[in-house]
Structure formats: structure tokens, C-alpha cells
């Protein structure tokens, strides 16, 4: 894979499903295609059955299908122009066995991802609204509409004011939007159910379909916290009322027919924000909720799904992802090796959907962006009885009872510039402690030795996977072998894993990130006096913490979107009020300690500072202070900025942007680190 290649990524979304894709059935995916020519992403909704995905609906910006209960209908998105030229994703319906989609509403900012009610009658989605005379809508009182410079100024009385990606958000909360389907000839729907004075998220019906529940800040947000709460929404009027006061934060849920409600969400009651595993747990209105999985050992992703007696949920595991049983009569939290495995292998499950005894998922393999995949729950075997699925030697993909139904990885392995799929290798070493460190290497063709570049993931509570990554194979097919691996402070491996680095930024990671390499740099075909290093976001920071304190290990640096000085970060990040005294602490003294920026001057080889302008997360003067440090110090630095971009520019800035990071960054170990040694 080249940079050049990025527009043969197709990625499906997390499926949806009705009956068995194998025998009758059907599941349904959107696929995400980068297009160069219109520097866009392209997404088609496409039918999946035993005989491959074929597209299904016209437009070149569908997503988020979802099936109604009774297979009858789909709802999905689709992005269209409003009468004043904005481009926006509408609730659009469609009969499955053939019919024109109908656009069902008008919403200011575009709605969110449909959810269906158990009667298939109504569709329930989140959308913004913003105040009148900003984001495109008039001023009150006239028909104005004021550019994004021109609006009013904000005034801002709260921390919790603006998210990377999102922008500001006091200014255009998020709502609930129910849209009855059901009538054909009804107005397109322009307002809300709720009138919430805090955002509401994730909403999911309740099995008589009377009302929503929903996720809100603690207290309707009426102060900054870290909390969530579940809310009941009534569907008749909009009035909400809690329904379940949790320990912590939720990410989503689901309401089993009895009423039980499942949800997924971590702890805050050790005053703990950061480093946090999410658990599935189980509560009745009016009850505390019960934790049914180990903190200590379980950190689950996604939505819950019930069936039968169980609640299945992707769960994080060494660099896996994969789908497991929780029973739903469980008396006490179980740990990992407890919950029986329905899917696994060396894959990353990002969504699944489950109809009857069917379970259809979507994953990302060693050899995948992403493929469709399917699931007997009733089969006997390991997948039904538990234990994750084994490897074989050459790193291929295990799967357990699955059958795969799409190739979406075709073109990279076909007609790529660099057409085949980069092998991955596991690597295992110790830190300078004992503590195991666990990882990967990806391999260029050909004997080697190889130089080497170590990327450092971001995060520090994210992981590195077996799952295809982009940027290792853009770098493998351009003759680097790529050490990636999971220092603690990482997720996936146990809670006291993930808390290691809490209060200890640059202590232990460090010495996990350099005990992963060390490990890799045993085998004969890399070459240990050739080695880069970079990194994002978290990972920036320790590119840039280990040139200053181990640069004679590596002979350039590439430090990308990355925390550099604590102290500003606090202040300027949009997560910067609580992350930093969470994983740093308050005392100004330490904040600088813990500061790459404090010990620029002992940077010695050369440094590549890259950051986007609209980078929220991690603010583009964390990289303009780190540059001038670097460069008042005498060091060969040089700073990359990306206009329009955000802290995801790796991940899903602009095609056209992602290509010529890709560029960028190859030029530069090009002229540092050149694949055929300088004589």
C-alpha cells in the first residue's frame, strides 16, 4: 500500500441484520470509500447475502442502515442539500423488497443514527439545534444568515463548552427526534421531541414503545461533571425523568423485554476519570445498578445485544477485539477468562447485530480493513463454549465458527500500487521491571535487515491491534519494519495495566516502548542501528520525551498532534480542564517535569513537529511551543501544520490531506532513515 492507495480502504459500518445472510436472510452494511477526484468520502449502503455485497441504494452518501423489527423497511442516512446550499445527513426509509427512499425530515444540522421503535412505525434520532443566527440559520427576525465570522460572539460561562470535532456546544444541543414512518404524505419533520436543557445521546426504545431511554449528563448538565445518568423520555410529550443514577459515565444501551435495562459505562466512584475500563451492568428503574463484569480484568466497547438468557459484548483483549456472553442472572462481576467467547481470533469486532440465532458482524482482520461476518449462536464448539481462538503460524486471522461473506480487502491485495497486504508478526519482550510488553511488527518484503521506525499509539488507554493499520502497511511497503505494541498505560490488558502511567507519564511507558523495540530488534532482519521513531497525540508525547531522553537510540523523530506542556494544555485543550490533573496532577512543578517542552534543549537529532489547525484535542500551540523550543536550542526541526483539519486528520481527514501526510512523512525518513544504507 502506497499513500496513493488510501482510496482502496473500504471500510463497512457495523451491520444490521434479518434472518440468516446465508439462507434467505439479509444484512446490510455501509461501506466508506475515500474519493481523491472530489477530496470526499463516498458511502454506499450495500446488501450483503451468501453470494457477496451488492449496492443497494443510489445515493454516494448513505450510511447508518438499520433494519426496522420486522424486516420490512430501512432506515438510514443520507446527505442532501438544503435550500441554501448545506450539505446535510436526513432520516431517509425504504422498503426492503423494492421502493424509492423517502426523505422524512428537515433537520437545521443533519441527524444522527436511526434507531427504530419494536412496532416498526417510528424512527427515533438525535439532532442539533443550533441557537438562531449561527451554523447557517437566520437571525431572528430576518433572513440573514450570518457567515461563521460574522456570527455573534459566544459568551461562555462553563469548562465543558467545545469538543474536537464537534465544535462548540452549548450553542446547538442535542435533541431527540421521533419521526412516525408510517404515513407517507406527513411533512417533513424540522423539530424535536425534547427540549432538554443539556445534549441527549444514544437513545434506545423501551419494548412497549412508549418512551426512549436515553443518556444526559448528571442533573440535565446543570453543572460540568463527568457523570452520565439514564433518562426516561415519554414519546407522547417529551417530558424525561431519570431512570437509572449510575456510578459514572455510560457509552449505551439497551432494554430487555422484562425492562431490565443493560448498559455500558465505567466507574467514577474512586474519583477516577481517566484509565477508566468500561463494564457491562444491569439495572431496573428505581435500583443501584449491578456491575456484571470484572473491572479488574474486562473492559467491553460497543452496545450491549441481548439473547436469550445472555447479554453479548465486545470486549478488548490483547490487542483483540471480540464478542463474548455475559449471563444475564450473573450474582457477582466476572472476569475475563470467565465470559464464554462467541467471536474471536486474532481480529478487531467493530459492530456486530444479532436477529434469531445469527450473529453478523464487522471486523477488521490482519488482512482487513474490514469485512462482514456471520455467526451460528446456536453451534457447538468453541464459539459456544468459550476460550478465544488460536492463530495459526503465519498470522492469519482465526475466526471462530465464522463465515466471512464480503472481500472488501480485494483492491489492496489486487490493484493497488503496491498490491498484497504486509505480513504482521506478535512480538513479546520484558520491560527493565519484569513486566511483560506485549506487540507487533509489521514486515517489508524482502531478507532486511530493515530499518526500523517504532510507533507509539495514542491515547495512552488506547491499543494497538492485530487489525490492518494503514499507516503501518504505507510504511512496511515502503521498506520500514514497524514496531507497534502496547506499553502500559494501554487498554485491553487488565485495570492495574491501564493505571500504571497515572502520576507517571514517562516513567514506565518509556521503558515498556524501548523493552517492545529492544525485543523486536532481536531478529536478524531488522537493523538496530537504523530506527525512527513517531507517534500521535499521546503517542507525539513520547516521540517527543524519548528524543530529549533517549535520542541516541533513534536518528530522527516524528512527533505528530502531540501533548508537549501540561500547564497550557490544561487550559487550552478541550479536555485539558480535568485530563491533565488526572493522569498529571495539579502542581505546576510536576506539570513541567512531565513536559516534553521542559527538555527540548536535550533534543539532538533531528524533529518533525506536525499538528493540525483546528486540532481541539491537542491544541496547535502545543506543537508551535515544542517547535520554537527546538529551534531557539539549535535543533534541525521543521513543523508540518494541516489546514481545516482536527486531531482524527490521521484517521479521517480529508483523502486528499491523508495522502500527503503519507508523503510527507515518507520524504522525511527518506532523507534520515533511507531504505538501502548509506555507504
Not at 431511554?213 to 463527568?226: C, K, M, Y
Request: with cysteine; net charge negative; aromatic share 6%.
Amino acid at each position: 500500500m502506497l499513500a496513493n492507495d488510501i482510496p482502496h480502504l473500504h471500510v463497512p459500518s457495523s451491520p444490521t441484520v434479518s434472518g440468516d445472510p446465508r439462507n434467505g436472510g439479509t444484512a446490510f452494511v455501509a461501506v466508506s470509500r475515500p474519493d481523491f477526484d472530489q477530496d470526499v468520502y463516498r458511502s454506499t449502503v450495500e446488501q450483503v447475502t451468501a453470494d457477496g455485497p451488492i449496492r443497494w441504494t443510489s445515493g454516494d452518501r448513505d450510511s447508518a442502515p438499520t433494519l426496522s423489527p420486522d424486516g420490512r423497511s430501512l432506515a438510514f442516512l443520507r446527505t442532501v442539500e438544503d435550500d441554501h446550499g448545506a450539505s446535510r445527513p436526513q432520516l431517509a426509509v425504504s422498503p426492503v423488497h423494492g421502493g424509492e427512499a423517502r426523505i422524512v425530515t428537515d433537520l437545521p444540522l443533519g441527524a444522527g443514527a436511526p434507531v427504530w421503535s419494536p412496532d416498526s412505525t417510528r424512527v427515533a434520532v438525535t439532532a442539533r439545534f443550533p441557537e438562531p443566527g449561527r451554523y447557517g440559520s437566520s437571525v431572528p427576525g430576518s433572513e440573514r444568515r450570518p457567515t461563521p465570522n460574522a456570527e455573534a460572539p459566544r459568551l461562555i460561562t462553563r469548562l465543558d463548552f467545545h469538543v474536537d470535532g464537534a465544535g462548540y456546544l452549548a450553542d446547538k444541543p442535542q435533541q431527540i427526534v421521533v419521526v412516525d414512518v408510517s404515513d407517507r404524505d406527513a411533512p417533513l419533520v424540522r423539530t424535536a421531541l425534547t427540549s432538554a436543557p443539556c445534549s441527549l445521546a444514544a437513545p434506545a426504545w423501551y419494548p412497549d414503545g412508549s418512551a426512549l431511554l436515553v443518556i444526559a449528563p448528571r442533573d440535565l448538565g446543570v453543572r460540568e461533571t463527568h457523570d452520565d445518568d439514564l433518562y426516561r423520555v415519554d414519546v407522547t410529550d417529551g417530558t424525561i425523568d431519570l431512570a437509572v443514577r449510575t456510578e459514572g459515565s455510560v457509552s449505551s444501551s439497551t432494554v430487555s423485554a422484562d425492562g431490565t435495562v443493560f448498559y455500558l459505562g465505567a466507574s467514577h466512584v474512586d474519583g477516577r476519570l481517566v484509565a477508566e475500563p468500561e463494564g457491562l451492568w444491569s439495572a431496573v428503574h428505581g435500583s443501584d445498578p449491578v456491575r456484571l463484569t470484572a473491572r479488574e480484568t474486562v473492559d467491553v466497547t460497543g452496545t450491549p445485544v441481548v439473547h436469550g438468557d445472555d447479554v453479548l459484548v465486545a470486549v478488548l483483549d490483547r490487542g483483540t477485539v471480540g464478542v463474548r456472553r455475559v449471563p444475564r442472572g450473573t450474582t457477582a462481576p466476572l472476569q475475563l477468562d470467565e465470559l464464554p467467547s462467541v467471536l474471536g481470533g486474532r481480529l478487531v469486532v467493530t459492530g456486530f447485530d444479532v436477529d434469531g440465532d445469527v450473529l453478523v458482524a464487522t471486523a477488521a482482520t490482519p488482512t482487513s480493513p474490514g469485512e462482514v461476518l456471520v455467526v451460528d449462536l446456536t453451534a457447538d464448539g468453541p464459539a459456544a463454549t468459550g476460550g478465544p481462538a488460536r492463530a495459526d503460524a503465519d498470522g492469519a486471522a482465526t475466526v471462530q465458527a465464522a463465515a466471512t461473506l464480503t472481500d472488501y480487502a480485494a483492491p489492496l491485495r489486487d490493484t493497488a500500487s503496491a498490491p498484497g497486504v504486509r505480513r504482521i508478526e506478535e512480538v513479546t519482550g520484558t520491560s527493565a521491571d519484569g513486566t511483560p510488553v506485549h506487540g507487533w511488527v509489521v514486515l517489508p518484503k524482502g531478507d532486511g535487515p530493515h530499518p526500523v521506525l517504532r510507533v507509539v499509539h495514542g491515547g495512552p488507554f488506547g491499543q494497538d491491534t492485530w487489525a490492518f493499520f494503514d499507516e503501518a502497511q504505507v510504511y512496511a511497503s515502503a521498506g520500514y519494519a514497524v514496531v507497534i505494541g502496547n506499553p502500559r498505560g494501554s487498554g485491553g490488558y487488565g485495570l492495574e495495566h491501564g493505571r500504571a502511567v497515572i502520576g507517571a507519564m514517562g516513567t514506565v511507558d518509556v521503558d515498556d516502548v524501548l523493552a517492545l523495540l529492544d525485543a523486536a530488534l532481536e531478529r536478524p532482519d531488522l537493523d538496530a542501528s537504523r530506527v525512527g521513531i513517531m507517534g500521535g497525540s499521546y503517542g507525539g508525547f513520547m516521540t517527543s520525551w524519548v528524543a530529549a531522553h533517549h535520542g541516541d537510540r533513534f536518528v530522527a523523530a516524528w512527533s505528530e498532534r502531540a501533548v508537549n506542556a501540561w500547564d497550557s494544555f490544561a487550559g487550552s485543550s478541550d479536555i485539558g480542564w480535568f485530563f491533565a490533573d488526572a493522569y498529571v496532577g495539579a502542581d505546576p512543578e510536576e506539570q513541567r517535569r512531565r513536559s516534553p517542552l521542559t527538555y527540548a534543549a536535550q533534543v539532538e537529532i533531528p524533529f518533525m513537529v506536525a499538528h493540525s489547525e483546528e486540532d481541539w484535542r491537542c491544541p496547535i500551540e502545543q506543537g508551535h511551543r515544542q517547535f520554537v523550543a527546538l529551534k531557539r536550542a539549535g535543533v534541525d526541526a521543521s513543523f508540518l501544520a494541516f489546514p481545516g483539519e482536527g486531531h482524527e486528520l490521521s484517521r479521517s481527514g480529508r483523502p486528499q490531506h491523508r495522502a500527503q501526510r503519507f508523503e510527507h512523512v515518507l520524504a522525511w525518513w527518506a532523507q534520515h532513515l533511507p531504505v538501502t544504507p548509506v555507504a
